[in-house]
């Protein structure tokens, strides 16, 4: 790997130091203290699980064939990548042994933890027949959450291959830090195991993110800027966008905390 590469990837990390330490620090964290507060926080970021995998599969329709009659995309490397990172995002093994998405996994915890999943089962239903923004409002999905996957979908609305790599790598869950697992045990300790499901989530999804699927990323970022210094541009203004959409999500769902 070149050092012009490297310096690349660097370049992006500089750029987004700031969001990154605001995202590690962010109030949100401190901010959680018992299952009321916590259902708040899942009843939106259930919103952004599903964002992401939106993502995830937006690079992957433009990296691979998933059409039939099937044709090859000429994008070998780049394919292979998202195609290992897919695997795992939507058909990953619970902690009972069942392969499921890392989504319907969330899904499961929320259950556990006595938080009301309506809003997001009547989204995935009327996002089969309207679009993003109107299933939303229809579905009566919490402010934060709307806010949050429509600035996603605006972003990712005719986004390049290159951006959108760039959106799933520097915008994802590795930025939420130990600390507020710790905060989650302690809660659950409490709660007679209501949050083990939750717990497993958090350890095997970010756990995926830290070791294997951030190099990966990485690489598919490299692999379609290439030598290209406006795809280079455009993919630090697109990490630079979402961690910024993140910050205000995280305001939001903590000023919604507050509130109640």
């Known amino acids: 790997m070149s050092w012009f590469l490297k310096n690349d990837i660097l370049k992006i990390l500089d750029a987004t130091q700031e969001e990154r330490e605001n995202l590690q620090n962010h109030k949100i964290y401190n901010s959680i203290k018992n299952i009321d507060q916590l259902q708040v926080f899942m009843s939106n970021h259930v919103f952004a699980v599903w964002d992401f995998m939106s993502i995830l599969k937006s690079l992957q329709n433009q990296l691979t064939c998933v059409d039939v009659p099937w044709i090859p995309s000429g994008k070998g490397t780049p394919a292979r990548l998202v ?10 093994m ?25 809003p997001i089962n009547q989204f995935l239903h009327n996002i089969k027949s ?5 299933a939303l409002i229809i579905s009566n999905a919490p402010q934060a959450a709307s806010n949050f996957v429509n600035n996603t979908f605006q972003i990712l609305d005719g986004a390049p291959s290159h951006v959108v790599a760039s959106m799933f790598t520097f915008g994802r869950e ?8 710790k ?17 497993y989530y958090l350890d095997r999804h970010i756990g995926l993110d830290e070791n294997e699927h951030t190099p990966l990323a990485l690489r598919m970022v490299k692999e379609l800027c290439s030598d290209d210094e406006k795809k280079w541009t455009e993919a630090t203004n697109a990490a630079k966008a979402c961690m910024k959409s993140r910050i205000k999500f995280w305001d939001e769902i903590s000023d919604e905390i507050h509130k109640n």
């Open 83 to 92: 195609n290992e990172i897919v695997i795992e995002e939507e058909s990953d």
């Open 94 to 118: 619970d902690r009972h042994g069942q392969h499921m998405s890392h989504f319907e996994m969330y899904c499961h915890a929320m259950i556990q933890a006595g938080t009301d999943i309506n």
């Open 130 to 134: 309207s679009n993003v923004m109107e």
């Open 174 to 181: 590795e930025v939420i830090p130990d600390m507020f697992r």
């Open 183 to 199: 905060i989650i045990r302690e809660i659950d300790s409490s709660l007679q195991g209501k949050l083990k499901s939750f717990i």
